[in-house]
């Protein structure tokens, strides 16, 4: 069974810096792909960036496409999303999730984990418990 456990959000200023962490557990991250959501209560939820570790490709949302991005180191069996330049319009809870389904099931394109993640995460596990990042303008 997958578990994901998000961390890192706090309280900033316009223009700061945030690193959230999502730690899984219950599946390798080596071959999957592992994305971040976020929400603003009573609001629908916002795709942020998502990461095929079958071959490194990622993805962004336009909104935080150049200030933000998603990384896993090596070894690791974390996901990053490394959000610079905050906005006030970037407050919301923040959300990992995989699926743990290997990439490859995709086919063979570039960046194929990515593709329909969202959908994807929506009909299977659902998203972690979340973490809140507030910027003060």
């Known amino acids: 069974q997958v578990q994901l456990v998000e961390s890192g959000g706090g309280l900033v200023h316009s223009g700061e810096s945030l690193r959230l962490s999502c730690a899984v557990s219950?599946?390798?991250?080596?071959?999957?792909?592992i994305g971040w959501s976020r929400q603003v209560p009573g609001r629908e939820r916002e795709q942020v960036a998502c990461l095929d570790n079958y071959d490194g490709a990622s993805s962004y949302s336009d909104p935080v496409k150049g200030r933000f991005t998603i990384s896993r180191h090596a070894g690791e069996n974390t996901a990053y999303l490394q959000m610079d330049n905050l906005r006030p319009d970037d407050t919301a809870i923040y959300y990992c999730?995989?699926?743990?389904?290997?990439?490859?099931?995709?086919?063979?394109?570039?960046?194929?984990?990515?593709?329909?993640?969202?959908?994807?995460?929506?009909?299977?596990?659902?998203w972690g418990q979340g973490t809140q990042v507030t910027v003060s303008s």
């Open positions: 999730a995989t699926d743990g389904v290997p990439s490859s099931q995709f086919g063979d394109l570039y960046g194929n984990g990515c593709l329909d993640f969202y959908a994807r995460i929506s009909r299977t596990t659902g």
């Open positions: 219950g599946v390798p991250l080596d071959y999957v792909a």
